[in-house]
């Protein structure tokens, strides 16, 4: 059924991801059979043997496109009901389980769910058990009940939880009290205790490649230099937690994208 998207989400910022996520992807998914789409700004990729498309969105836009812009406009040109959301760090460690992924769609088919998580990091609950054992579902007031960690999505309800004004940490945070008043909405995960840890997770990565612009020095060194993947990491440097501060944007804008993000 050709009724699914794999969107890997990014922007030309981070072009030097893209050889190495795909590089990775081929490997540790070469039976993969659903289009993928690279959504960029206006930079075009190919990567050999895989058929990737730039969605370059914003092409001929008179200003720049904010993130959920950017993320909005993808949605809106890929016809599928189905998107399996990744983004560009998302480094593949270890063979994707096809088959387990393919059951987790498949209980999305069937109404199930409007989201399946695909990869649940630990504090992302609580949950709850459901009826299938392989599946957890989040609690309706989780901190994180939105997340974009990989995840398959009824392509409609990711697009209707977006808002032009937000970033990613915006769009998880204030999504997340957004889908608190959505009562119909039904949000899974798989069940941690079978599906995490090495050599149990449907899709292995670790969470994740680049922390605030930096490379994650400890997932990505070792990992590439095993594939044989060149990077001057020098170019966008390791991450340190103590190097200060994240800018922020002015408290009265702050405040402003607050009340935006919460109507």
């Not at 050709?2 to 540790?28: K, M, Q």
Request: aromatic letters at 12%.
């Amino acid at each position: 059924m050709n009724d699914l998207t794999i969107v890997v989400n990014s922007s030309d910022g981070f072009e030097d991801c893209w050889r190495p996520f795909f590089t990775l992807f081929a490997h540790y998914w070469p039976d993969c059979t659903y289009p993928i789409v690279l959504n960029t700004e206006v930079k075009n990729y190919t990567h050999p043997g895989i058929p990737v498309a730039a969605s370059r969105v914003a092409l001929g836009a008179p200003r720049r496109l904010t993130w959920s812009e950017c993320l909005a406009l993808c949605l809106d040109r890929i016809e599928t009901p189905y998107i399996f959301y990744l983004q560009e760090d998302y480094f593949l460690e270890a063979s994707v389980r096809t088959d387990y992924f393919c059951q987790m769609l498949d209980r999305l088919r069937a109404g199930k769910a409007d989201v399946i998580r695909i990869m649940e990091c630990g504090g992302a609950g609580p949950w709850h058990p459901t009826e299938d054992p392989s599946l957890w579902e989040v609690d309706h007031n989780a901190k994180f009940r939105i997340s974009l960690q990989a995840g398959i999505w009824r392509k409609d309800v990711l697009r209707g939880h977006l808002r032009n004004h937000e970033g990613p940490w915006q769009f998880e945070v204030f999504g997340s009290t957004r889908a608190r008043r959505r009562r119909g909405e039904r949000v899974l995960c798989v069940n941690r205790d079978l599906f995490h840890g090495a050599n149990r997770e449907i899709f292995p990565y670790t969470p994740t490649g680049v922390v605030s612009g930096k490379w994650k020095r400890n997932v990505v060194e070792p990992l590439f230099a095993a594939h044989g993947i060149d990077v001057d990491f020098s170019i966008r440097g390791f991450f340190d937690p103590e190097t200060g501060p994240v800018k922020r944007q002015p408290i009265a804008r702050r405040i402003a994208n607050r009340v935006r993000s919460l109507l």
